[in-house]
């Protein structure tokens, strides 16, 4: 599966996918600076990962500036580890 990882946040800039402009990005290296609502949009569904199946805007604005901080930071204050800032695109065939 394709997959799209969070490494971090850009303030004040543009949508790569839907052309918006953001006080908050999130950077990624697949598709650039994308919006928190249009990285949920992008990304598959988990239910063993999330309840609902998808994490919520505002939790991946979080994860943003949280990998924004290295991993070390991550894990000691966060309590994540490994691929917690990996998710599958929706629509990626294996």
Not at 8 to 13: Q, T
Not at 30 to 52: P, Q, S
């Amino acid at each position: 599966m394709k997959t799209i990882t969070i490494q971090g946040y850009v303030r004040e800039c543009t949508c790569n996918h839907c052309g918006r402009q953001l006080k908050l990005g999130v950077s990624t290296p697949e598709r650039g600076v994308v919006g928190a609502d249009c990285f949920v949009k992008l990304i598959a569904r988990n239910t063993k990962r999330y309840r609902t199946g998808k994490p919520s805007a505002d939790w991946v604005k979080q994860l943003s500036i949280i990998a924004s901080k290295g991993p070390e930071y991550a894990d000691r204050v966060h309590g994540l580890y490994g691929a917690w800032a990996t998710f599958d695109l929706a629509g990626a065939k294996p």
